[in-house]
């Protein structure tokens, strides 16, 4: 009976493990050229959230991913999400090659290294490193797949801790008394005194400690969110409102909507209703990810470039400079050639100017998606950021920010590049 017990925990935790590293490494998957196969098991368990007001948010993020941070708090918190996956996934490798090498050898109480501050110094790297992946992929889902990681690990090292009383007596018990859990012993005995004193009952204190990490994780994301919608530049009019991905063009936003507006009146923006709400975003021409708003082209799958390992590590090293490199940039570093005559050649536009700067183009598209909303009247601002409503693409165009003139305007489908997976909206 008593090892049916163990390996149901094992089972319970490694299904625990699993499920956050399916959601948290989703955007592996993304830019892979498997994306739509994964996606035939992901996308159903997307939409089925996506129905319901109630869980709707889940599918939602709680973090600038596609657009650069605009403020120093964010960029600072990026940063760390970086930080935190790596040092995080370092500090578990030393952790574990500690553990393995004292059964190996013998050494009996893991007591040495990092287990001379923490208990269990391999669960605390796990937590930073989750805590790391979730700013680098801010889904609330990850957050929640997170916080259920979190309650398990918990609960797994304190029965650790009863097995090791169990095998060493009192020499653990020693070892116990005279470190923190999780944390140095200074740091964590402060906090466990003030919890104890709020709860004094030990059952009371086992059902709190799920419903903290809950509130703490969940909560984290929910006021960060609001910290991020409120941070952004936005600029509306009417029922339109854009936003730009690169902090540089927050003074483009009036302009460019007083040129839409124009544009709209002498009817060569056909897919924008007077009569709904849009949410443009506003971007250079080759921005490397517009595809999670719209299939503005081949440019923006990619899933398609198998470019996956050289994103995946501009995405975890490079925090900023990711989303400024345009997908002629890997090409470029791939096969040798000058970046600035690969982005010309590859321009959306079809512009190949030489005397034309590309990290200078005065160039810019807005992809549009219709935010619907259950109000009669129209939504603008921040109210098109709300986790309520629900948004797709309905069209983009290309304009010239020095005098306001369209070049293009197309409608495109109501999917992504992704089709209809759900796909970061900030």
């Known amino acids: 009976m008593n090892s049916l017990s163990k390996l149901g925990k094992k089972v319970a935790v490694l299904g625990a493990i699993g499920v956050f590293l399916l959601m948290a490494l989703e955007v592996v998957i993304m830019i892979s050229p498997f994306a739509f196969f994964f996606y035939s098991v992901f996308n159903p368990v997307f939409h089925f959230l996506s129905q319901y007001p109630a869980t709707r948010w889940t599918t939602s993020f709680f973090l600038p991913h596609m657009i650069l941070p605009p403020t120093l708090f964010l960029q600072t918190l990026r940063v760390l999400g970086s930080v935190l996956f790596v040092a995080g996934f370092l500090l578990f490798t030393v952790c574990a090659l500690q553990v393995y090498l004292g059964k190996i050898f013998k050494w009996g109480i893991a007591d040495r290294g990092l287990y001379r501050y923490v208990r269990h110094p391999q669960y605390l790297a796990l937590g930073l490193w989750g805590a790391g992946m979730a700013i680098l992929w801010p889904r609330f889902i990850v957050l929640t797949t997170l916080s259920l990681m979190y309650i398990l690990y918990y609960f797994l090292a304190r029965d650790e801790e009863r097995r090791m009383v169990s095998q060493y007596g009192s020499s653990y018990e020693d070892y116990k008394a ?227 003139s369209l070049v293009a305007a197309k409608p495109v489908k109501p999917g992504t590049a992704w089709r209809d997976v759900p796909t970061p909206e900030i």
């Open 178 to 404: 005279s470190r923190g859990m999780f944390l140095p012993l200074a740091l964590e005995r402060p906090a466990k005194r003030l919890f104890q004193r709020l709860l004094p009952s030990p059952a009371l204190r086992r059902l709190a400690i799920p419903l903290l990490i809950l509130t703490v994780v969940l909560g984290s994301g929910f006021v960060l969110r609001a910290v991020t919608v409120h941070s952004l530049p936005l600029a509306a009019r009417g029922n339109l409102t854009v936003v730009p991905i690169l902090p540089e063009d927050a003074a483009q936003g009036d302009k460019i909507l007083q040129a839409v507006l124009q544009d709209e009146a002498a009817g060569a923006l056909p897919f924008l209703d007077p009569n709904k709400s849009y949410l443009g975003y506003i971007m250079p021409p080759d921005y490397i990810m517009q595809g999670m708003i719209a299939d503005t082209g081949g440019s923006s799958h990619l899933f398609k470039h198998h470019h996956t390992i050289a994103l995946i590590t501009d995405w975890v090293l490079h925090p900023f400079a990711h989303l400024r490199r345009p997908p002629a940039s890997h090409m470029a570093a791939m096969h040798h050639v000058d970046p600035g005559l690969a982005r010309r050649h590859h321009c959306p536009l079809e512009i190949d100017q030489p005397d034309l700067a590309c990290d200078a183009c005065p160039y810019r598209r807005v992809i549009w998606v219709e935010v619907d909303q259950e109000e009669h009247a129209p939504l603008a601002g921040e109210s098109d950021l709300s986790l309520g409503v629900t948004r797709h693409p309905v069209g983009f165009l290309d304009l010239d920010t020095r005098d306001g």
